[in-house]
């Protein structure tokens, strides 16, 4: 929750920098205009948070760097509607709203000591990103780490400048996967949950987090389940509709749980309590 | 300070003027064949011959307000570059609303333990509250949808209100509530109120005894949650509504809400609407994905949340104040009470290991 007393205020923010990540995906780097409110600015990896295009109102991101790099704070657009169109027409210098963070963030505590598994489909790599960087940056803290991205296309792979590095550095096992053949692709082809079963990694004191389409949640898990993970060894995050971002609009409720305060971070075990309704 | 004041009938028009005069004064005013809150005329009586055709709930929490407004200003510095301003809009002012009936007062302790919780503190809907008054006028008798007695209530609640007028004869006894609203009985068009208090005792008896025998709706929110897979049922429950969304713009505790901007040049507002839970598009994702797709999970969701998810969030309170207007104003004929006794039936019965001993 945003320190401001009023919780629908943004902070006032500049974009610092974008990135074209796919034709259309694009990231976005914000600095908080008021240097106190940036200075004390605190998030947890998973957090998400309301990004504003003034005139064209708020929608939910996850701040995608870590919070171990507070240079800037981080989200990707993939445009899909009036709020996501006006942000990608946004630049350098422009100013937006940030009301963050929000909601909860991924169990990295208990996760210390323990294997990580990140598997993430299209924009779903986004929060898995700060996660990912948050580990690499604390890497003793873990043990292995395995990352599996996939894209439909080369093309809709986001955050493509740093594929080299994680994909040389040797604390980190990346797989790159794309649904079908495309020219000049040298890493994987199929889809998620089929090279998951191939790459077959152990559960036993092992934690999978998951994010990316329904569909390949859906089979993602499916496959975890074949491996051997328990529910309580795979984490996802929830993609709903919010709008208010505290609890109270009422659009992002499962049952009793509202996705933008509860969530949107869940394990398995925590999404086979509440009602089926996903 | 007295905390009962008889107010005659006759001089109704003159308290009112009275309050007008210190506040702004929402009454219940005819328009065409409906009953609405809006502004106090002195030159017309408000219409008070029945409970208002939509409730009282958006004198505090408004179908549209204006959460902040922002302009876009060219940078003095560098005028190729734009700055945005932003303004807090805060309601002010002090209102007093007469003549909301029990059932709509008690509306807003829903919202209460929602917008002004330790956890969440909605600065507009809690502004609004603490500087609105509630002069409730107690129902005579049941009307033919009422259930407020249902859900914990009654004809003469006085839960949300600062003043309950308890009809007698000649007028009212008017029983102060909250300090605010003994203030407002301070007044020398008010006498002593003791000799009416046992009339108004039994007034009250009158009102209750007009309302059928309310349903025990202890179980409603494990039987909910047990028919929620259930889809047959809800296609059953649902296949009436045409998801017109009357239930919930005309319901005292829905508030549901939406944000949006709204521009005008270089400048605008962002603005908090009423939303509605029936329509397709409230859950419908930027993906194309939407977890509630026809209008039997969505009146599932409506119905859970009022009797089943919202008493597990606060204390086994029921998230409905049992005024009927759902029923009353639904072109369909949807009735919440049918549906909630049939999930009750229909869980015992498939606990029981059958399926037919559903009442709707």
Known sequence: MSCSVNPYLPDMATILETVQETPNIKTFRVRLDNPDRMAAFRFQPGQVGQLTSFGAGESTFVINSPPTRMDYLQFSVMRAGEVTSSLHGLKAGDKVGVRAPLGNHFPYESMKGKDVVFIGGGIGMAPLRTLLLFMLDNRKDYGSISLLYGARSPEDMAFRDELPEWLSRKDLNTVLTIDREAPGWEHRVGLIPNVLREMAPKAENCVAITCGPPIMIKFTLQALKELGFADDQIVTTLEKRMKCGVGLCGRCNIGGKYVCVDGPVFTYAQLKELPNEL | ?360
């Open chain 2, 1 to 360: 300070m007295e905390s009962s004041r008889y107010l005659p009938e006759a001089s109704l028009d003159a308290w009112l003027g009275e309050l007008a005069s210190s506040h702004e004064l929402i009454v219940p005013r005819r328009e065409g064949d409906a009953i609405v809150f809006g502004p106090y005329d002195p030159a017309v009586s408000p219409d008070i011959s029945r409970d208002a055709t939509a409730p009282p709930k958006s004198t505090v929490f408004p179908a549209c307000e204006e959460l902040m407004r922002y302009s876009s200003v060219k940078d003095a510095d560098d005028p190729s570059r734009t700055l945005v301003r932003m303004e807090e809009v805060m309601p002010s002012g002090s209102r007093v609303v007469f003549g909301a009936r029990p059932c709509g007062t008690r509306g807003f302790t829903v919202y209460d333990r929602v917008f002004d919780a330790p956890a969440m503190h909605d600065p507009y809907y809690v502004a609004r509250r603490q500087n609105t008054l509630f002069v409730t006028l107690a129902c005579s008798e049941a009307g033919s949808a009422c259930f407020c007695h249902w859900v914990g209530s009654g004809p003469a609640d006085a839960s949300g209100s600062d003043v309950l007028l308890v009809p007698v004869k000649g007028g009212w006894l008017a029983e102060g509530v909250s300090d605010k609203g003994r203030e407002l009985l301070d007044s020398p068009l008010l006498a002593p109120g003791d000799k009416y208090a046992g009339e108004a005792k039994a007034a009250k008896a009158k009102a209750m005894e007009s309302l059928e025998s309310a349903a025990d709706l202890k179980p409603a929110p494990e039987s909910l949650l047990a028919v929620f897979d259930d889809m047959e049922f809800w296609n059953r429950m649902s296949a009436k509504c045409i998801s017109c969304g009357a239930c919930t713009y005309l319901c005292p505790t829905c508030y549901c809400f939406n944000i949006t901007d709204e521009n005008k040049g270089m400048e605008g507002s962002r603005l908090r609407t009423w939303d509605n839970c029936m329509s397709f598009q409230f859950t419908l994702e930027a993906s194309g994905h939407n977890p509630r797709p026809t209008k039997a999970h969505r009146l599932k969701n409506r119905v859970g949340h009022k009797f089943s998810y919202y008493p597990g969030l606060h204390g086994g309170a029921i998230a409905c104040c049992g005024c009927g207007r759902c029923i009353k104003s639904c072109p369909a004929g949807v009735d919440i009470r049918q549906i909630v006794l049939a999930a009750m039936d229909r869980a015992k019965a498939t606990s029981q290991g059958n399926t037919t001993g559903e009442r709707a």
